[in-house]
Nanobody, 123 residues
């Protein structure tokens, strides 16, 4: 069973830092791309940052220069380093990945989401 598990959320003061982790587990043969999204109540989920298999990255304008996405391919883990946090960064952060995986002895590709981790930045 393929799973994405996020960790690293919590409560931090404005100006502080957090590092989120997204670990992929299960019978996978490839990770094409991984993205971090965030969502606050009443708003649509928005893309924060993404990284491809070859290491290309893109960021939301609101986090450029403050957040960094990276991957440890050996650990099937993607990180989101968040610095200079602001109260408006408070949200539930979700990890999503396009994965190649084995199912019924066949190769398949699909998108998966984690359960989310809460980030709260106090002013």
């Amino acid at each position: 069973q393929v799973q994405l598990v996020e960790s690293g959320g919590g409560l931090v003061q404005a100006g502080g830092s957090l590092r989120l982790s997204c670990e992929v587990s299960g019978s996978i043969f490839s990770i094409t791309a991984v993205g971090w999204y965030r969502q606050t109540p009443g708003k649509q989920r928005e893309l924060v940052a993404a990284i491809t298999r070859v290491g290309s990255t893109n960021y939301a304008d609101s986090v450029k220069g403050r957040f960094t996405i990276s991957r440890d391919s050996g650990k099937n883990t993607t990180y989101l380093q968040m610095n200079s946090l602001k109260p408006e960064d408070s949200a539930v952060y979700y990890c999503t990945a396009e994965l190649g995986f084995y199912y019924s002895n066949r190769r398949r590709i699909d998108n998966f989401w984690g359960q989310g981790t809460q980030v709260t930045v106090s002013s």
